[in-house]
């Protein structure tokens, strides 16, 4: 059974930086395209970024780019979500995914197992 444990989260002033860690464990993780995703009280779950099974260069929502960025370590079964220059409107709950699929995609739908999710506030 493949698990993802996301942590990191808490609570930053605006303008700050947190870095979010997703442990995977129980499937082959160096097969896996990593996703990152968040949920805002009363919105959808959104498409934040993802990165190929290799560490490739990953890809971002139109939002966070040039703020946030995702890494890996195939050795350690971790992915990592370095998030900079935060604001109000990145509270949400961040959760992290992996695929199977050999193709890119932001949908939810595409993404196989899901971790729980951490909280991140940002206060103005």
């Known amino acids: 059974q493949v698990q993802l444990v996301e942590s990191g989260g808490g609570l930053v002033q605006a303008g700050g930086s947190l870095r979010l860690s997703c442990a995977v464990s129980?499937?082959?993780?160096?097969?896996?395209?990593m996703g990152w995703f968040r949920q805002a009280p009363g919105k959808e779950r959104e498409f934040e970024g993802a990165i190929s099974w290799s560490g490739g260069i990953p890809y971002y929502e139109d939002s966070v780019k040039g703020r946030f960025t995702i890494s890996r370590d195939n050795a350690k079964n971790t992915v990592y979500l370095q998030m900079n220059s935060l604001t109000p409107e990145d509270t949400a709950v961040y959760f992290c995914?992996?695929?199977?699929?050999?193709?890119?995609?932001?949908?939810?739908?595409?993404?196989?197992?899901w971790g729980q999710g951490t909280q991140v506030t940002v206060s103005s």
């Open positions: 129980g499937g082959t993780f160096s097969s896996y395209r």
């Open positions: 995914a992996a695929s199977t699929r050999i193709t890119r995609s932001t949908y939810t739908q595409s993404y196989d197992y």
